[in-house]
């Protein structure tokens, strides 16, 4: 059966642990210079209806690294833009190339094509789910902190994809997140209680950011606002104003806390230039890891 990633809830915690610990060997072969081919002769499409730096480079990086070969495709330039069914453009695809990595907005869009894809189908953000990125933060936190488990993690902000990622990562790796986010931008509800029926450590939804981030040894934020929601971007400034990760915000972390940011950043909204600053090295790190767990993932599911 071909195995698809449309979130993190399609993986056990050990599947999960394995794609850090692959794409963390993945990291020290690439530094020592060694060379991967496990995927050459392969080729994956990347369908992206949503802008993207890191996501797209690091994916088609990934790929070129272990011997493979790449095909861009911005849906607006595809006959996606004039309605051609889903279910088409997933059976045509599969013939064509090994893997697609799809960028969309509806979480519907990744599922139906893996309905009808005899290829896998990688979620590489959809409004719902950001999988790919919390994998690498993950990896990120491991690389620097040597574990997850034992550490509290806090996510301030809005209920987002990515907040839905970590709830989903929390409950399945099993690891302590308390979340701060405005009433009406909370994340996902359906997800959340499963989650919460799953969770062996506490999944806590909070108000207050300064409680959300007390004693925690890692610290996420992203934007306000994301892709698709630019009209409400004013509105959005008004309710999170009071989250805005600050040095003042951030001296209730744990001594030697990690701050998180999966990129891009509006300095001044969600954290300040100099919070951002002062973390930069795990943030680039964080960036760059995405293209190592990208090959993890590439290997695991194209392999
Ligand atoms: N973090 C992330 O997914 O960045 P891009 O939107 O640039 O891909
Ligand atoms: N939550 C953000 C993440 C960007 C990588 C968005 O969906 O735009």
């Known amino acids: 059966m071909t195995k698809h990633l449309l979130s993190l809830g399609d993986f056990s915690k050990d599947e999960l642990v394995g794609f850090v610990n692959r794409a963390l060997e993945m990291k020290r072969q690439r530094q020592a210079g060694e060379q991967h081919t496990s995927l050459a002769g392969k080729i994956i499409g990347l369908v992206f209806e949503k802008p993207s730096t890191r996501t797209r480079v690091s994916f088609e990086a990934a790929m070129y690294g272990l011997g493979g070969q790449v095909i861009f495709l911005s849906a607006r330039d595809t006959q996606l833009a004039r309605s051609e069914p889903l279910k088409d453009m997933a059976r045509v695809m599969s013939r064509y190339v090994n893997g697609m990595v799809v960028r969309t907005f509806g979480q519907d869009v990744v599922e139906e094509l893996a309905r009808y ?152 909204e969600e954290i300040t230039d100099e919070v951002l600053e002062a973390h930069q090295a795990v943030i680039f790190d964080q960036a760059e890891n995405k293209m190592h767990m990208h090959k993890a993932i590439l290997e695991k599911l194209l392999g």
């Not at 189908?121 to 933060?137: E, K, R």
């Not at 209730?252 to 300095?267: F, K, Q, T, Y």
């Open 117 to 268: 894809a005899t290829v896998p189908v990688i979620n590489a953000l959809t409004d719902l789910h950001h999988p790919c990125q919390v994998l690498s933060d993950i990896m990120t936190v491991i690389e620097q902190k040597g574990a997850i488990e034992n550490l509290k993690v806090a996510w301030v902000g809005d209920g987002n994809n990515m907040a839905n990622s970590w709830i989903q990562a929390a409950a399945r790796i099993g690891f302590a997140l308390t979340l701060a986010c405005p009433e009406g931008y909370e994340p996902n509800r359906e997800l959340m209680t499963a989650a919460l029926g799953e969770a062996s450590k506490p999944i806590t939804l909070l108000r207050d950011p300064a409680e959300a981030v007390r004693d925690a040894a890692v610290v996420n934020v992203d934007v306000w606002a994301s892709m698709g929601q630019e009209e409400q971007q004013q509105e959005r400034l008004q309710r999170f104003s009071a989250y805005q990760l600050n040095a003042a915000l951030l001296s209730g972390a744990a001594p030697g806390a990690i701050v998180l940011h999966c990129l891009p950043a509006h300095r001044g």
